[in-house]
């Protein structure tokens, strides 16, 4: 034996393991740095899981994060990152536009995971086969108790109900058949259990009680639009979050409150208060919330059934007409209320806005909206930049890296347990899927408004996608298709 190789030996007993590792992993890094497919050179890396904030190079391969380093990474393609900020890819759990163009915009935002979770869909198989291998990100579902019951029970809306589903309690059959929907869904691997029991206000306590019995069977979280919005006693917001958290704590079920601001409105720091409450008593509810100052749904649906000011707070011209932009009158109001269409409801207080994206527990999530008109609300097109542009940078209503960690971990962590693929979600870490957003913190900011609302956002350079631009110096890439399934494991 050689007095070198020997002395080899030796170092290596006696080296700590931890540095061991490091050399073995140093020593496997080496050959696969010449082959990385994209490196993301000199960024400021920014990862809410692990804290890191720091300068590094990312090397990315067969769509996954294999490198993060101080030193230089070699790849076929090399991104400047100088002077940007590299982020986990926004993912947003509550996004109603699930079609192509929608993709562009939410892309164009920093979205690369667009998931519908809070209406969904009584169709699982279908709504994941129509976006198979056509789209720009990353796509998920929820099956929906709206859908379900419209159904089982028959309507004549489209997308919300404005009939029976609406109005008509359910028999114990009807019951029965929706429990038996919903069970489907989550077996062929439906995200979560959507629910709007203001868009079905017949639905019984005992109804809403079964449908999170079919969820804590799953291990799968409810997402809810409550049953109530406003401050009207005893149909209120923090009744309806009472409902929520009862059926949560009976059944035990996962719970999210969605757009918790668009309920709560002025007692939005109640709502608040009794999530945190609930959390601090060891349950797992969880919530969303919107940065702008209104609302936006069907005119047809139960939400202007008769009260609807008393409960809402507003009045005739609060509502704007997405198909003109009108404001509307008492006169107009029942003319496009029998015709049917969307309204944006301005209805919720700045400082409420406020106060929710500034409560850490607060996750951000868009509620874009499908086309309806012209002049639909522009949260879809700019929720995540004007989060990162006008309450980070401008109003500093909360620091950049609480703010990422509302668009990327937390949403991620939300569907882990029921989808263990999201624990590669949301995270800059070595193994995780390479869904990354490259954005200037001194330009990004939002550009759609309420006038205006299809414009793209701004300040976002370079948005990755299971390793494959989407977005590149600012521009749409053409004819890519990276985006995949979001999905439960299947278990029937
Ligand atoms: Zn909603």
Redesign the pocket.
């Known amino acids: 034996m050689s007095i070198a190789l020997r002395h080899r030996r030796l170092a290596a007993v006696c080296l700590p393991t931890a540095a061991v590792l490091l050399l073995a992993v140093l020593a496997l890094a080496k050959p696969q740095a010449q082959s990385l497919d994209v490196v993301i050179a000199n960024g400021r890396v920014m990862d809410p899981e692990s804290g890191l904030d720091a300068p590094r190079n990312v090397g990315i391969s067969g769509g996954k994060i294999v490198a993060i380093s101080a030193g230089a990474l070699q790849g076929k393609t090399t991104i400047d990152a100088k002077g940007l900020v590299v982020a986990p890819g926004f993912i947003d759990l ?1 996004e109603h536009g699930q079609e192509p163009r929608n993709y562009q915009f939410q892309a164009h935002d920093g979205v690369t995971t667009s998931l519908e979770l ?2 969904g869909t009584a169709d699982v198989d279908s709504w994941y086969a129509a976006r198979d291998s056509k789209s720009l990100i990353n796509y998920g579902v929820s099956v929906g108790h709206i859908p379900v019951r419209m159904k089982v029970i028959g309507d004549p809306g489209d997308f919300l109900p404005s009939g029976d589903a609406a109005h008509r309690a359910a028999t114990p059959q009807q019951i029965a058949e929706m429990r038996r929907q919903i069970e489907h869904g989550l077996q062929r691997g439906a995200l979560a259990v959507g629910m ?1 029991i ?1 868009y079905t206000e017949a639905a019984s306590h005992q109804e809403i009680l079964e449908m999170f019995r079919v969820a804590a069977k799953f291990r799968t979280s409810v997402h809810v ?1 409550l049953r109530y919005a406003g401050m009207l006693e005893p149909e209120n917001g923090l009744t309806a979050l009472e409902e929520a958290i009862a059926a949560a704590a009976i059944t035990g079920a996962p719970l999210h409150i ?2 918790v601001t ?1 309920i709560g409105l002025r007692d939005t720091p109640q709502l608040l208060a009794a999530i945190n409450g609930a959390r601090q008593r060891g349950m797992d509810i969880t919530m969303e919330c919107y940065p702008y100052t209104a ?1 936006s ?1 069907s005119l047809q649906s139960a939400l202007f059934d008769p009260g609807w000011q008393e409960r809402q707070g507003i009045t005739y011209k609060d509502l704007q007409w997405v198909k003109t932009g009108e404001r509307l009158t008492a006169e107009t109001f029942d003319k496009y209320r029998k015709e049917g269409g969307s309204v944006v409801i301005f209805s919720i207080p700045e400082e409420d806005v406020r106060l929710a994206i500034g409560d850490p527990m607060v996750m951000i999530a868009s ?1 874009g909206s499908r086309y309806t008109g012209p002049k639909v609300h522009p949260r879809g097109q700019g929720t995540f930049s004007r989060v990162l542009g006008h309450y980070v940078r401008e109003e500093k209503t909360l620091d950049l890296m609480t703010a990422l960690r509302k668009m990327t971990l937390m949403p991620a962590q939300r569907l882990e347990q029921r989808a263990p693929a999201f624990r590669d979600k949301g995270r800059i870490r070595v193994g995780a899927d390479a869904d990354i957003t490259v954005f200037d913190p001194q330009r990004i900011i939002d550009k759609a408004t309420f006038e205006e609302p299809f414009q793209y956002s701004e300040g976002i350079q370079f948005v990755l996608v299971n390793g494959v631009a989407v977005v590149k110096d600012g521009q749409l890439v053409d004819g890519v298709f990276p985006g995949k399934a979001a999905r439960a494991p299947l278990t029937q």
């Open positions: 509550h809070e209406v709007g203001n639009h969605v757009h668009s609302a749904t509620d």
